[in-house]
């Protein structure tokens, strides 16, 4: 029994210290209750996640030069895991707002939703590639 415990212990806690790299180039808006495509766009963003650093940095790009035009590091404030997914919300150090997000993790690739209205009716879902990230603190 101590074995199991210990085992379920280390995959959860390795799942709050995963890194992540999502690469983002369209983003569709989602209605959460009929499933519904309600819009969608093409842009490059970057997003680092770091649940052991307590960081979230997001990058976006000029689609014609591919430069970086906006960049902010925000501070990771709650994490929550449920099976495949985890939430979590992050603030804003310039303007102190927070954001809500989901990571659902697959076998094949990890996903990221933002949770944008205050229904919680939408989420956008950021269309790309994910990668591993590797962590400021290194212990």
């Known amino acids: 029994m101590k074995t199991i415990t210990f085992l379920l212990f280390c995959l959860l806690s390795n799942r709050l210290i995963s890194q992540f790299t999502i690469t983002s180039f369209s983003m569709n808006t989602v209605n959460l209750e009929s499933g519904e495509l309600v819009s969608g766009e093409d842009r490059s ?8 650093d307590n960081l979230f940095i997001h990058n976006i790009f000029d689609s014609e030069t591919n430069s970086v035009i906006n960049s902010q590091i925000y501070k990771i404030v709650s994490i929550k895991e449920d099976s495949d997914m985890t939430y979590f919300t992050v603030e804003s ?3 102190g707002n927070i954001y809500s997000y989901i990571i659902k993790i697959g076998e094949v690739q990890t996903q990221l939703f933002q949770y944008f209205d205050e229904e919680g009716e939408e989420v956008i ?5 994910s990668s591993v990230l590797k962590t400021f603190n290194q212990e």
């Open 125 to 129: 879902e950021y269309i790309g590639n």
């Open 93 to 95: 150090g310039l303007s």
């Open 45 to 52: 963003e970057t997003f680092n996640i770091s649940f052991k």
